[in-house]
């Protein structure tokens, strides 16, 4: 899983509350990612971000939020808007944002009560 | 939306076979990459393949790409216990800076 980070490994949410994952790296890539996969399924872009202080919402980033106040941090929060957040959560960096290799973190399992 | 669709959706082959695994994308790219899943965990990058690029090798890994077909092909060659997990392929459209993945192939590899 490389130089990035993930926590918890699983976490469980009533609904109605807001929880937080945590995702680090310690690569000194410029470009961090946040992907949601349901079973059976690909990928799915939730928010990424160039640099510090900036980020993109992907395809499916109702529901969530994110902030970069620092380099090798990209904390995601998945609110209580948020039909449907069970599902397994992957953080991603790169050098840069396109067509580098990206690099992954092992996972958070997230599962609403 | 999703740019590649992997084909099969899951593969199942003795050990010291070889397995081979496509994936069709709808627009021009930049390049295409090849990750693997074990279960439960992370992505693990594989190998990337660029637009001007035909065929790549890694160790028992071989990739192609047919540009005019819009497909690529992941060949594992003696498979073994290790390698069962599934294999998505990312593309780089070339209007866009976002990797899209696949839904994946999953590979069992019985001993």
């Known amino acids: 899983d490389g130089g990035i980070t993930q926590s918890p490994k699983y976490l469980f949410r009533k609904e109605g509350q807001n929880v937080t994952l945590s995702c680090e790296q310690n690569l000194n890539h410029d470009a961090m990612y946040w992907y949601r996969q349901d079973p059976g399924q690909g990928l799915r872009l939730i928010y990424y971000s160039q640099i510090v202080n900036d980020f993109q919402k992907g395809d499916i980033a109702e529901g969530y939020s994110v902030s970069r106040e620092k380099k090798e941090s990209f904390p995601l929060t998945v609110t209580s808007a948020q039909k449907n957040p069970t599902a397994f959560y992957l953080c991603a960096s790169s050098d840069r944002v396109g067509a580098d290799t990206q690099y992954f973190g092992p996972g958070t399992r997230l599962t609403v009560l | 939306s999703q740019q590649g669709e992997e084909d099969p959706q899951a593969l199942s082959i003795q050990e010291g076979e070889n397995a081979t695994m496509n994936c069709s994308y709808k627009?021009?790219?930049?390049?295409l990459q090849w990750y693997r899943q074990n279960s439960g965990r992370g992505l693990v990058h594989l190998i990337l393949?660029?637009?001007?690029?035909r065929e790549k090798h890694s160790g028992r890994l071989r990739v192609t790409l047919d540009t005019s077909k819009k497909s690529s092909s992941l060949l594992i060659t003696a498979s073994r216990a290790a390698d069962t997990a599934s294999y998505f392929c990312a593309t780089d459209p070339s209007n866009d800076y976002k990797l899209s993945f696949g839904a994946g192939t999953t590979v069992t590899v019985r001993a």
């Open positions: 393949i660029r637009s001007n690029e």
């Open positions: 627009t021009s790219i930049n390049n």
